[in-house]
């Protein structure tokens, strides 16, 4: 298995560009989610899903866009970026059933600069 | 909002020595874990510990839990070099499927 898998690893944007982070994994979770990590932070949620077709806000989501079509995919758009939208993200998946369910599996990151 | 603090923010030793970090809460809990984050990487599960549970083990990892002081520590024993990481406790989980992360610990090992 490959586990969690994120694209691009790093991507540079200008202010007002829109883009996409790809996520995908095939362990079939249903839970998935995309966190930002910013310095002396710690990660904080942007937005999760329970499985196909539902999807959620996290602690901080303005700014950003989700859909879940399948259960292996879980993208987050970007609409307009910002300086402060400047981060690393992280998707992260786990199972809903059966044992391990707690356990969070991420993805190697993206690192996004906006200038 | 930060659910989980740990503390200390930064903690540097040598090779062999015992290496503690702790973590405080705010609000009840079904589960607390701990991650690591080596430099440039995505986070990994160390361990996982119920609220009806005091004490953990894994290998070199022994994780304590205090409901009643909402708090939970992470010891390394034997700490290695590789063991130079950031670690994080989280909490959440059940039904609750969110995680709320702390602002972590960065570990030096010093060889």
């Known amino acids: 298995n490959a586990g969690v898998t994120q694209t691009p690893k790093f991507q540079v944007l200008k202010t007002g560009q829109s883009m996409t982070l790809q996520c995908a994994q095939d362990?079939?979770?249903?839970?998935m989610s995309w966190y930002r990590q910013d310095p002396g932070m710690g990660l904080r949620l942007i937005h999760y899903?329970?499985?196909?077709?539902?999807?959620d806000q996290g602690e901080v989501p303005n700014g950003y866009n989700v859909s879940r079509s399948t259960t292996e995919d879980f993208p987050l758009r970007l609409l307009s970026a910002a300086p402060s939208q400047t981060s690393v993200y992280f998707c992260?998946?786990?199972?809903?059933?059966?044992?391990?369910?707690?356990?969070?599996?991420f993805g190697p990151g993206t690192r996004l600069l906006v200038l | 909002s930060q659910q989980g603090e740990e503390d200390p923010q930064a903690l540097s030793i040598q090779e062999g020595e015992n290496a503690t970090m702790n973590c405080s809460y705010k609000?009840?809990?079904?589960?607390l874990q701990w991650y690591r984050q080596n430099s440039g990487r995505g986070l990994v599960h160390l361990i996982l510990?119920?609220?009806?549970?005091r004490e953990k083990h894994s290998g070199r990892l022994r994780v304590t839990l205090d409901t009643s002081k909402k708090s939970s520590s992470l010891l390394i024993t034997a700490s290695r070099a590789a063991d130079t990481a950031s670690y994080f406790c989280?909490?959440?989980?059940?039904?609750?499927?969110?995680?709320?992360f702390g602002k972590g610990t960065l570990l030096t090992v010093n060889p």
């Open positions: 992260a998946s786990k199972g809903t059933s059966g044992g391990a369910t707690e356990t969070q599996y």
């Open positions: 362990m079939n979770h249903e839970y």
């Open positions: 899903s329970v499985g196909a077709g539902i999807t």
């Open positions: 609000t009840s809990i079904n589960n």
């Open positions: 510990i119920r609220s009806n549970e």
């Open positions: 989280a909490t959440g989980g059940g039904s609750n499927y969110k995680l709320t």
